[in-house]
């Protein structure tokens, strides 16, 4: 039985997709679950087809029923990259008001990344090793200006084919683990420098009551004369 347009965009069957479009059938269809051809080739990878697509009319920034255009369901910088390349809106938010870097942020945090670089966006959580005992993500600030000048170097590198997809997600991940672990270290330095300041505080308080309490003894003595 022949594949219908999301299977064939799914499974990368670039012929049936040429097939079922050239007879007739939008790029942009929907499907039951407003599921498109479109979303299909983004989420599973296959540039071709999604190329293919847009070239036919197809809209990079159709949505589904949630309000999710393709940029949403990619899995790797390099899909991210092409549909950016092909006109994708890196703002748009979901019915949620969520937005693609947002709803990526957890578990593809490298690819969230080069979107924050384009957009600007405040962080959400990144943990590249996903939960632990230590407790959820850190709340990162915006990374420095070295590391995002560097996402623009692999993107950028990418882009002239220098170098592989898998490669571009490699060196985006090593990005967010910088993040991550100077994020971890600022943590560790910010409770280091309170447990010093309570350490400080109590001194003071002990030093204090000493101090009162020789007094006291002071004006009793003094009394007691």
Do not use: C
């Amino acid at each position: 039985m022949a594949s219908n347009i999301w299977t064939a965009a799914s499974e990368g069957n670039f012929a049936r997709v040429v097939e079922l479009v050239e007879g007739g059938l939008s790029p942009s269809v929907q499907d039951e679950n407003t599921y498109t051809p479109l979303h299909a080739a983004a989420s599973w990878g296959h540039v071709d087809i999604l190329r293919y697509l847009v070239s036919k009319g197809g809209d990079i920034n159709t949505l589904d029923g949630d309000g999710e255009s393709p940029l949403f369901v990619v899995e790797s910088a390099e899909m991210a990259r092409v549909v950016i390349e092909l006109g994708g809106d890196a703002t748009l938010r979901n019915l949620e008001g969520v937005s693609a870097a947002e709803s990526l942020a957890e578990d593809y945090p490298h690819v969230s990344l080069y979107l924050r670089s384009l957009t600007g966006e405040s962080a959400t959580s990144f943990d590249p090793n996903g939960p632990s005992e230590a407790g959820p993500a850190p709340d990162l600030d915006a990374p420095t200006d070295e590391l995002l000048d560097r996402v623009r170097v692999i993107m950028e590198a990418s882009e002239r084919g220098e170098i592989s997809g898998a490669e571009v997600d490699d060196r985006l991940r090593e990005v967010v683990e910088q993040i991550v672990n100077g994020q971890v270290e600022a943590g560790r330095a910010i409770g280091e420098g309170m447990e010093t300041d309570e350490g400080a505080v109590v001194r003071e308080r002990t030093d204090g009551d000493a101090e009162d309490g020789a007094a006291k003894r002071t004006r009793a003595d003094e009394a007691g004369r």
